[in-house]
């Protein structure tokens, strides 16, 4: 049976920590083929998924374990923690029988083919996953931000932060029971409340591009389905 979706095209943001699991470190097998079923559901349907992954579960430039070290030379090490994560995510996607394609922002070319806008975008059109590693390639940047500009540079319907909580809330969900989510949110009310979606950076390059973002959870099962069908899920920040 075909389903119509709302969005043809999806950027998908993936922490580094999703793939963790309940493990304090690494990448959790069991997590990581959950989190393929969620993309597989989308897969499915048509929709074109691109995904930029996080390496926050193996090194970020910002940590304690990079205290003292030159900043740029930590970042790099936490954009090839990305690209590990990336390529974890392809052999599962492969398990799965999803075929993918691993593009780096750092030229590794023995495990990985160079970022080349066009040839993702022809990945795209063939429905074959894109996974981008080593987000913008540049230090004192963020895979928030490489999110946000992968999106706009394979002309995404939408940037999907997917996290571990289902939304963007009035409060903190954990300490406040009567937090709610917000169903939707301008930009301006994001900025307003001082609410948290994406890095500043990240956010403000959605905003001046008017690129929607939806901030949703990957562990709450067939969310990400539901929320490309148009269901209500999540949370969807728009102009
Ligand atoms: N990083 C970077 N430039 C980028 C993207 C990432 O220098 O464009 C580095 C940075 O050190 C960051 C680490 O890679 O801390 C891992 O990325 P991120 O913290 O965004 O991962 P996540 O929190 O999503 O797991």
């Known amino acids: 049976m075909s389903q119509t979706t709302k969005y043809k095209r999806i950027l998908l943001k993936l922490s580094g920590e999703a793939l963790m699991g309940d ?3 690494g990448i959790n097998r069991a997590t990581i083929d959950r989190i393929v079923q969620e993309v597989k559901s989308v897969v499915d349907l048509g929709v074109q998924v691109a995904i930029v ?15 003292g070290m030159d900043r740029a ?23 799965a029988g999803i075929i993918s394609r691993v593009q780096s922002a750092l030229t590794i070319a023995q495990v990985a083919e160079p970022y080349v806008r066009g040839k993702a975008i022809q990945y795209l059109e063939e429905n074959k996953v894109v996974v981008f590693g080593a987000g913008t390639g540049n230090p004192f940047f963020t895979t928030d931000t490489a999110a946000a500009l992968r999106g706009m540079e394979m002309g995404a319907d939408i940037v999907i932060k997917a996290t571990k909580v289902d939304g963007v809330y009035t409060d903190d969900p954990k300490k406040n ?22 890095d500043a950076t990240a956010f403000a390059l959605c905003r001046d591009q008017k690129m929607n973002i939806c901030v949703l959870s990957i562990f709450k099962a067939g969310a990400l389905k539901r929320m490309v069908l148009g269901e209500d899920e999540g949370t969807l920040v728009h102009c």
């Open 23 to 25: 493990d304090s470190y």
């Open 53 to 67: 992954i996080g390496g926050g579960n193996i090194f970020r430039g910002v940590a304690p374990a990079a205290s």
């Open 73 to 95: 030379t930590a970042d790099y090490m936490g954009m090839l923690a990305t690209v590990m994560n990336a390529l974890a995510l392809q052999d599962a996607m492969k398990r």
């Open 177 to 198: 029971p009567d937090a709610v989510r917000y169903q939707t949110v301008t930009f301006d009310e994001v900025i307003g409340r001082n609410l948290k979606v994406m």
